[in-house]
């Protein structure tokens, strides 16, 4: 059977050719606790091995998007790489303040090991997630606004590449102050950074130096965390250098006293030290 030939729809100011079929507004996705969604759903995903994993999308501010499980930032110690397992073995003292803590797989880990630890977090959802590990001293919000509880800590963990929030290096001396006002005696910090300011990477050279234009630290990162149709704000993350870091840390309470590169080409463990 012939069918008959279809005119398409007209724009009458243009006369081109309309798609009567496309919707006249496509909203974006919205924002809120997008890390939180995740997490609980990626908890809940743990429990039926042959789910589909739950997965994360890191967009970048110019259009570059990538994917990531989000089953690591739950998984528990034996599943972890050899570099996170050493960092927790740098923790000293019993104080011990998880910043970024998601999941709370740091948290949950330390817990066992008989320290006291309080999980740090921005995203509701991901306090949930380590209330339901048994982490029970949890605390909403900036490291600025748990600044004010008075509270003293032995150690400050950045696991996770968490050394991106210190932001930018702007923002970066102050985040290092406060947590100095917030240190105990001897208190050390353990992050992970991610070092892209040397990467070579295709994807992350036209980035770097748009970031050199602009008088930034090259590894600067400003991203959305994405999950569904959920968005967290956007946010800005520090990939740097450990002689950067170094650099940041002059004149804040902190210096750089070590740093173990990982198995991979970008990232690595650094301790900072209370000054004297």
Sequence with gaps: MNTPA????????SGQPRNTHAPEHRPGPRTGDAIGDMLLAARRTAAHPAA???LQIIERDDGFVQSAPVASWIAPIDQWPDEDRQALDLVKGRRVLDIGAGGGRA???LLDRGHDVTALDVSPGALEVCRQ????????????EHSGSGARYDNFLLLGANLGLLESRERAPWFL???????????VIIGQGHNITDSQAPQHLPYNQRNLRAGRI??????????RDVT????????LAPHELAVLAAGTGWRLTDTAPSDTATSYIATLTLSA
Excluded at 133 to 144: E, I, P
């Design 107 to 109: 948290a949950r880990a």
């Design 177 to 187: 102050r406060v947590l100095a006002a917030m240190a105990a005696p001897g208190a």
């Design 133 to 144: 590990r048994g982490v029970q001293s949890l605390a909403h919000g900036t490291v600025d």
């Design 218 to 227: 090259a590894g600067q990162r400003t991203l959305r965390i994405r999950y």
């Design 6 to 13: 279809v005119t398409p729809a007209t724009d009458r100011e």
């Design 52 to 54: 589909a994993p739950v």
């Design 232 to 239: 967290t704000s956007w946010f800005h993350y520090l990939c």
